[in-house]
């Protein structure tokens, strides 16, 4: 269909979007409306973890579609179970909560941490996040956001989120008083440009956090479930968290989030947490299907040694061209430009011919890499070979 034949001004305006309408994936491709098809290295935002349209997924969800779609969050569902099971098998969490969408995780994160400050802390509510943090578009998560601009928006914040500097032990330590109950992060900063925190520094936070009795959180909406070449990226560091947020990755392309944490914190009396569609079966038998998958021998070696393949391929074209290097984990990457050419090489990247490629420049001196983790070499060196021929067009 034209572009032109689709109701494009009924959607509310939020973001200038291309004139495009994506119909149809598969793997590492996506197809538009003329039919042209694109290498995915955005892959919904690091969301479809095994790429467009996954069989296993499509499989959980035709047939839990035809068995039980939403009982209420006032029932167990099988799935539900399942799922939780799973999680709790593959980390160091004994808790569960599912929501869906990696805001509401971090919301009832933000809340179990105070519920837990009531009743253990003298009330403490106040949870140290970072500058250049990211962690949802809800009026908390984005009060606990360190964007540049966030805090003037929608105005008034919600109160309770000092920020201290990633990798900077005494800045957080100067912001510790009687009325904090946590301090939270991302393991790599995702919308901040690929900012890993060093093991040390989660090491230091561990230590610092259990000697003043605070909560450690990690947000995992981005850098969990495979994307860092380990299950969750907090195990890189060796460290054990009391509460995580999942979402992205986790339900490969469907909405799905979650929320968990160590037994002795999970303090939610009857009433306090739900939600609607929370845990529905249909959703959770797909994030079990991805899960599952994740889990499989071999996948998350495969994901690690395609992680180090990219690292390689990258240095080597920052070396040719001149840039700054490249930083991540697994297949969550930047190459650093050293200069603000990444939203222009995201434009002719896309409008290449006869194929275009999709990637994202998280700041304008960086381009960020999340393909499918399922990914192969044959297409990280198609994308290479189409960046290095829009790096000679400009
Ligand atoms: C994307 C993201 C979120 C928000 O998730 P939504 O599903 O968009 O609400 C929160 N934290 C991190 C680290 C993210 O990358």
Request: charged residues 20%.
């Amino acid at each position: 269909m034209n572009f032109n034949e689709y109701p494009i001004d009924s959607l509310m305006y939020i973001t200038n979007r291309p004139e495009i309408v994506f119909t149809h994936g598969k793997g590492s491709w996506i197809y538009d409306n003329n039919g042209k098809r694109y290498l995915d290295f955005i892959q919904g935002w690091a969301v479809n973890s095994l790429g467009h349209c996954n069989d296993g997924m499509i499989e959980a969800l035709n047939s839990q579609a035809k068995l039980l779609i939403n009982p209420s969050p006032a029932f167990y569902n099988e799935p539900m179970a399942k799922l939780a099971g799973l999680l709790t098998q593959h980390s160091c969490f004994d808790k569960v909560f599912f929501a869906n969408s990696g805001a509401e995780a971090n919301e009832g994160a933000i809340k179990l941490a105070r519920k837990w400050g009531k009743k253990f802390k003298d009330g403490a509510f106040e949870i140290i996040t970072f500058d250049h943090s990211f962690h949802g578009r809800t009026l908390a998560t984005m009060s606990a956001s360190g964007k540049p601009g966030w805090d003037t928006i929608y105005s008034p914040q919600v109160p309770g989120f000092p920020k201290a500097d990633l990798n900077d032990i005494a800045s957080v330590e100067k912001l510790i008083n009687a009325k904090t109950v946590a301090v939270m992060l991302e393991p790599i900063q995702g919308e901040g440009g690929v900012i890993p925190a060093t093991r040390e520094f989660m090491q230091q936070l561990r230590e610092l956090t259990k000697k003043h009795n605070l909560l450690l959180i990690v947000d995992e909406v981005q850098s969990g479930c495979g994307r860092a070449g380990t299950l969750f990226a907090y195990q890189l560091s060796g460290i054990e968290p009391d509460i995580m947020t999942l979402g992205k990755g986790i339900g490969g392309g469907v909405p799905l989030a979650a929320l968990l944490s160590k037994v002795e914190i999970a303090v939610f009396e009857a009433g306090d947490q739900g939600g609607t569609y929370n845990g529905n079966p249909l959703m959770t038998a797909v994030g079990y299907s991805v899960i599952s998958q994740l889990t499989a021998p071999g996948i998350l070696e495969g994901v690690r040694a395609r992680g180090e393949y990219l690292r390689a391929k990258l240095l080597e074209l920052s070396e040719e061209r001149g840039f700054k290097g490249e930083r991540g984990e697994g297949l969550l990457r930047a190459l650093l430009l050293g200069k603000d050419i990444g939203n222009q090489i995201v434009e002719k990247a896309r409008q290449m011919q006869p194929d275009g490629v999709l990637l994202n420049a998280a700041r304008p001196n960086l381009l960020r890499f999340m393909p499918a983790l399922n990914v192969t070499t044959e297409e990280i060196d198609q994308m290479l070979a189409m960046l290095r021929s829009v790096l000679d067009s400009l």
